[in-house]
């Protein structure tokens, strides 16, 4: 995707919706079938933008699925022992989940990752998409992994938390759950979010939250109001699910206390309910002398999150489930998060996405960006210990 960095707030194609991408479509399908399928719908819907390297963005943005190898895999009744589906973030893709895909199959999970309606294609259909196709990609996803594994598992991203938590309450099936960025919580100005469509057929640029060049491969940039509403929508969902339930399942979660995007107090509160005594936080923070009230020790893993040596002022709501070496998000990587200054500071913007020496990177926090130029961090300086964590959670998984 690409667009113009000349300041003007204009419309293009691909704030439109492609007509293909609003509703969950794999509803019945075989899990190969639905992987086939969309990635037919991501090459046509690439082809008309005229996407620079198409095949590389259907290849990150495509739905996919990993084997296990080896005896200590295999299931009693089925195929497998365990499996785990991943589901990404709002305005994200598959390709988010990629690397905890493979440490998951290096520890003997069939792994399922699914894409969420609306992503993957181009901003303008999440126009249209609904957190009930969302919902529906993850069901389909659970259904298709509890045929082919005894003991069911679900990872998500920021939404892709969210959801996995709302299929849990739902779902007996599910033996646990992997949380990273979850996004518990949003504002309330979400909630509202819609009533442009009171006069957005007058100013189309209204049902936009942001118009931003769509730069990167496999994120969104430009965010449209209906998935701010859609997501608070999706929060409310699970709130009020979760004043019903007890979480007695075991809980991985990975968070950024300097989170801007999810409400981190949310995510706190989640893990004080947590009953399991098997749940597990890992919580990136500037000050590890602060340990959050209302977790016990034994559950929380705090890591610090300021790296001078490498200019890193705090980890990120974007920065917990992708490593440093990452060739696009990475610390030496094709893309820079820099849509913060975009339209306003096009002299910082332009300083972010150059590779100027000096640019910090972190959570953009008000502190952080008083410091000077910075870049949202896009990957875990710290990923290497977070599989460590998440290798000791799964070895005492009954």
């Not at 949380?179 to 006069?199: K, M, Q, V």
């Not at 980890?315 to 489930?321: E, N």
Request: proline letters at 5%; glycine letters at 8%; one cysteine or more.
């Amino acid at each position: 995707m690409s667009g113009n960095n000349d300041g003007a707030v204009r419309l293009e194609a691909r704030h439109r919706p492609s007509g293909e991408n609003s509703r969950f479509l794999g509803e019945g399908l075989a899990f190969d079938e639905y992987v086939r399928r969309t990635i037919a719908m991501l090459r046509r819907a690439h082809a008309r933008l005229g996407t620079a390297d198409q095949e590389k963005a259907v290849a990150g943005n495509a739905p996919f699925e990993l084997r296990p190898e080896g005896d200590a895999c295999r299931g009693k009744s089925k195929p497998y022992r365990r499996g785990v589906l991943l589901t990404h973030g709002l305005t994200d893709s598959p390709y988010f989940m990629r690397y905890l895909a493979g440490f998951f199959r290096e520890n003997g999970f069939r792994v399922l990752a699914v894409l969420l309606p609306g992503h993957g294609t181009q901003p303008g259909d999440l126009l249209d998409a609904t957190w009930r196709e969302w919902d529906k990609a993850t069901a389909y996803g659970t259904d298709r992994l509890a045929e082919e594994a005894d003991e069911v598992y679900l990872a998500g991203f920021s939404a892709g938390g969210a959801l996995s938590v709302c299929q849990s309450l739902r779902d007996s099936r599910v033996r646990g759950l992997f949380l990273f960025s979850p996004a518990f919580e949003i504002t309330r100005r979400a909630a509202w979010a819609n009533l442009h469509r009171l006069y957005s057929w007058l100013i189309p640029s209204a049902k936009w939250v942001s118009i931003m060049p769509d730069n990167s491969l496999y994120k969104y940039e430009s965010l449209p109001k209906n998935a701010a509403a859609q997501m608070y929508a999706l929060t409310r969902e699970l709130n009020l699910l979760l004043q019903g339930h007890e979480v007695n399942i075991p809980v991985f979660v990975a968070a950024s206390q300097d989170d801007i995007t999810a409400s981190t107090p949310a995510t706190l509160k989640f893990m004080a309910q947590a009953r399991h005594p098997s749940s597990r936080l890992v919580l990136y923070a500037t000050d590890t002398e602060k340990a959050p009230h209302g977790i016990p020790a034994e559950k929380l893993e705090l890591v610090n999150s300021v790296l001078p040596e490498q200019n890193i002022l705090s980890s990120a709501h974007t920065a917990i489930v992708l490593p440093p070496d990452d060739a696009y998000y990475g610390a030496a990587g094709e893309y820079s998060n820099a849509v913060h200054y975009y339209p306003d500071d096009l002299e910082k913007y332009d300083a972010c996405n150059s590779g100027h020496e000096g640019i910090l990177l972190g959570e953009i926090t008000e502190a952080n960006l008083k410091a000077g130029t910075l870049r949202r961090l896009m990957y875990n300086p710290n990923f290497a210990a977070l599989e460590i964590s998440m290798r000791r959670f799964i070895d005492n998984l009954l």
